[in-house]
């Protein structure tokens, strides 16, 4: 995780990684419930990452991602990131947690997710900084507002 920009200090920064921080900690919990044989637990778990994510992605996709797709140099990074985003939010509900393959997947999707969340916490947020102007960044915290309207 990149410490050196600055890019954790600005609040819809820090709002974007609490939310990771709360879905692969659920992600890990339900790991481990899986791991001791309690499917029911760790579905409740999976099914807590999957409302997280729907609001967490809203935020990001209507707001930073939205802003910087708009310059070319990062638009096919982030539609990399969008088509991870579809493909985890297909999969969650899903899965059955009692079958073997399913617990594979989802044990792979988790592992993915940490590398998904590198991807944006050391590359596209620090990137954000020089990216966007101050209109910008008021559209990505409307859109992330928005998205999270508790």
């Not at 920064?13 to 990771?20: M, P, S, V």
């Not at 919990?29 to 099914?47: N, P, Q, S, T």
């Not at 073997?100 to 988790?110: L, Q, S, T």
């Amino acid at each position: 995780m990149c410490h050196y920009c600055g890019c954790r200090e600005i609040p819809l920064i820090k709002e974007f990684i609490a939310e990771h921080e709360r879905v692969t900690d659920a992600a890990g919990d339900a790991v481990r419930a899986l791991e001791r044989g309690d499917a029911v637990a760790a579905r409740v778990l999976v099914d807590t990452m999957a409302a997280e994510l729907a609001a967490h992605w809203k935020g990001e996709e209507d707001g930073l991602f939205a802003a910087m797709h708009a310059d070319p140099e990062y638009a096919g990074y982030i539609d990399a990131l969008v088509a991870e985003h579809r493909e985890l939010a297909a999969l969650l509900p899903e899965l059955d947690l009692t079958d073997p393959g399913d617990v594979r997947r989802f044990k792979e999707a988790a592992d993915e997710l940490h590398r998904h969340i590198a991807k944006e916490e050391d590359g596209l947020f620090p990137a954000s900084l020089t990216a966007l102007n101050g209109d910008d960044w008021d559209a990505s915290m409307a859109a992330w507002r928005a998205a999270h309207p508790r």
